[in-house]
């Protein structure tokens, strides 16, 4: 099956489903990474349906929202959720150039308040198909694929490569970022490994977190979510 499926208004659109888990593998078509999904053209909204997509996670700071792309073309088609990974807490974390960009991740990732929760919560109780998406479909969708594959026992070497995959389209999303009045300014400012997908930022990002939590499933209970959550995302998620 097609992991990355190719979108008019998006650049970097994927299932998550087919990687080995503890129990069987991730169910194809149950779980999606994106990009600016607020950009999907009426093509695009079709196919997604077509997709049984039934939940939205909009990762995007309540700025972003008000700024980028006007009302989403999902609205009325499916349930969202909004969950700012970044916030007004933890958002100096990525500016912060005496951390590497793992450590930034993992800085943001144990202080989210309740948006980690919240989007792993929507994944679990999601009717149909779930997409979760940034405004790059990288750092901060990185990020939740790699706690919700890691909770379901995906092997690290499939987490990091899903994360790199994300550098073939880079070229596409840093053209979109560069052209929005959103992140214009603050792009200037941001170091130059955002603008990067490197194997050995998630591999790093998982031996830190491992390091101080020991594993995704124990951050997520240091996040707020319960073990009755996890159990009813592997139900959702995992297949024979």
Not at 16 to 39: M, Q, V
Not at 117 to 144: L, N, Q, S, W, Y
Request: proline residues 3%; contains cysteine.
């Amino acid at each position: 099956m097609e992991r990355e499926i190719g979108l008019e208004g998006c650049v970097n659109f994927r299932d998550l489903g087919g990687y080995r888990a503890d129990g069987g593998s991730i169910r194809w078509r149950r779980l999606f990474r994106s990009d600016a999904l607020h950009e999907l053209t009426p093509a695009d909204v079709a196919t997604l349906r077509d997709l049984g997509v039934s939940t939205v996670i909009d990762l995007r700071s309540d700025f972003e929202r008000a700024h980028d792309g006007g009302p989403h073309p999902l609205e009325g088609a499916a349930a969202f959720v909004r969950a700012p990974i970044i916030n007004e807490v933890n958002g100096r974390f990525m500016g912060d150039t005496d951390l590497s960009l793992a450590q930034r991740y993992a800085r943001i990732m144990e202080t989210t308040g309740t948006a980690l929760a919240d989007a792993v919560t929507a994944i679990a109780e999601a009717p149909g198909a779930a997409v979760f998406h940034c405004a790059a479909g990288k750092d901060r969708t990185g990020m939740v694929s790699a706690v919700v594959l890691g909770a379901l026992g995906v092997a690290d070497a499939d987490v990091v490569a899903d994360y790199a995959m994300t550098g073939r389209n880079l070229v596409g999303i840093q053209a979109r970022l560069e052209r929005h009045a959103a992140y214009k300014e603050t792009y200037a400012y941001v170091p130059r490994d955002a603008m990067t997908a490197d194997t050995g930022t998630m591999s790093e990002l998982i031996a830190d977190l491992r390091a101080r939590h020991g594993d995704m499933t124990a951050l997520l209970g240091a996040s707020g979510v319960g073990s009755e959550v996890v159990e009813r995302l592997r139900a959702a998620l995992v297949g024979p």
